[in-house]
């Protein structure tokens, strides 16, 4: 949305903030360039940072998955959890790539040629984001379940979680993959034109967009589906009355 531009917008002003306060205590006077550079740095490092973390996010929910699922039938365990095993073996693959990237010096660092050759790999979130709503309703339904609340709170008891719930790690490859834009497009206000990555970066900003769009027309068409389906279901068909045929896409 335009407030996360805004707000991306906010924390970049916030980083050349921290940038300049850094080499005041250095009492060094950086160049407009040095600035850039040091900007692209920290942008850059953050992409790598978050994709470490949301790892962990995914191995926190496959935690709660393998403590639940005793008690869970295959079916609520797929809604709860769909595929987030499958998203986190790529995660930790794209963040060992992006690490790989920035080992070497900033002229050769090509983080957007990265984002491109695994385009097609994000496409893996939309399974997640079309079922996230289905998930949250039905963790908040089992959390009225006194064995079931009692496992998910010893799992939320873990201090490596800060005080996180079930609920809010649900979330997290939706709020990931939402991300990813906003991550391109600071390093591309961080990068120099004459950058060789310079245009990769752009192209993957747009690639990766049309992927976020993708997945929200996806979870739209999802979401009506299902209303449709609701409302097939509390007012089933008589003869002589018009059935709803929610399946049927021809003319």
Not at 62 to 73: T, V
């Given at each position: 949305?335009?407030?996360?531009?805004?707000?991306?917008?906010?924390?970049?002003d916030?980083?050349?903030?921290?940038?300049?306060?850094?080499?005041?205590?250095e009492?060094?006077?950086?160049?407009?360039?040095?600035l850039?550079?040091?900007?692209?740095?920290?942008?850059?490092?953050?992409?790598?940072?978050t994709?470490?973390?949301?790892n962990?996010?995914c191995l926190?929910l496959?935690?709660?998955?393998?403590?639940?699922?005793?008690?869970?039938?295959?079916f609520?365990?797929?809604?709860?959890?769909?595929?987030?095993?499958?998203?986190?073996?790529?995660?930790?693959e794209?963040?060992n790539?992006?690490g790989?990237i920035?080992?070497?010096?900033?002229?050769?660092q090509l983080?957007?040629?990265a984002?491109?050759?695994?385009?097609?790999?994000?496409?893996?979130y939309?399974?997640?984001?079309i079922?996230?709503?289905?998930?949250?309703e039905?963790s908040?339904?089992l959390?009225?379940k006194?064995?079931?609340?009692q496992?998910?709170?010893?799992?939320?008891?873990?201090?490596?979680?800060?005080?996180?719930k079930?609920?809010?790690?649900?979330?997290?490859?939706?709020?990931?993959?939402?991300?990813?834009?906003?991550?391109?497009?600071?390093?591309?206000k961080?990068t120099?034109?004459?950058?060789?990555d310079y245009?990769n970066l752009?192209?993957?900003?747009e690639?990766?967009?049309?992927v976020l769009?993708s997945?929200?027309s996806?979870?739209a068409?999802?979401?009506?589906?299902d209303?449709?389906?609701?409302?097939?279901?509390?007012?089933?068909?008589?003869?002589?009355?018009?059935?709803?045929?929610?399946?049927?896409?021809?003319?």
């Amino acid at each position: 949305s335009l407030d996360d531009y805004k707000k991306n917008d906010d924390k970049n002003d916030e980083i050349i903030e921290e940038i300049k306060k850094e080499a005041e205590a250095e009492n060094k006077e950086l160049t407009k360039e040095q600035l850039k550079e040091r900007e692209r740095k920290y942008t850059c490092d953050e992409i790598l940072e978050t994709e470490v973390k949301f790892n962990f996010d995914c191995l926190v929910l496959e935690r709660f998955r393998d403590h639940m699922k005793g008690f869970l039938s295959a079916f609520e365990v797929q809604t709860l959890f769909c595929n987030i095993s499958e998203i986190k073996k790529f995660s930790k693959e794209f963040s060992n790539i992006i690490g790989s990237i920035l080992n070497n010096p900033v002229e050769e660092q090509l983080i957007g040629k990265a984002f491109i050759e695994n385009i097609d790999k994000f496409k893996i979130y939309a399974k997640y984001c079309i079922n996230q709503p289905s998930a949250n309703e039905l963790s908040l339904k089992l959390r009225k379940k006194s064995q079931i609340r009692q496992i998910i709170e010893k799992v939320e008891s873990d201090p490596t979680l800060n005080q996180l719930k079930f609920e809010d790690f649900i979330i997290k490859p939706v709020q990931r993959i939402c991300k990813f834009p906003l991550l391109i497009r600071a390093v591309i206000k961080a990068t120099k034109e004459d950058h060789v990555d310079y245009q990769n970066l752009q192209q993957s900003f747009e690639q990766m967009s049309s992927v976020l769009e993708s997945i929200n027309s996806d979870k739209a068409s999802a979401e009506n589906h299902d209303r449709l389906l609701y409302i097939q279901q509390q007012f089933p068909a008589q003869e002589g009355v018009f059935e709803l045929n929610i399946f049927d896409n021809s003319d």
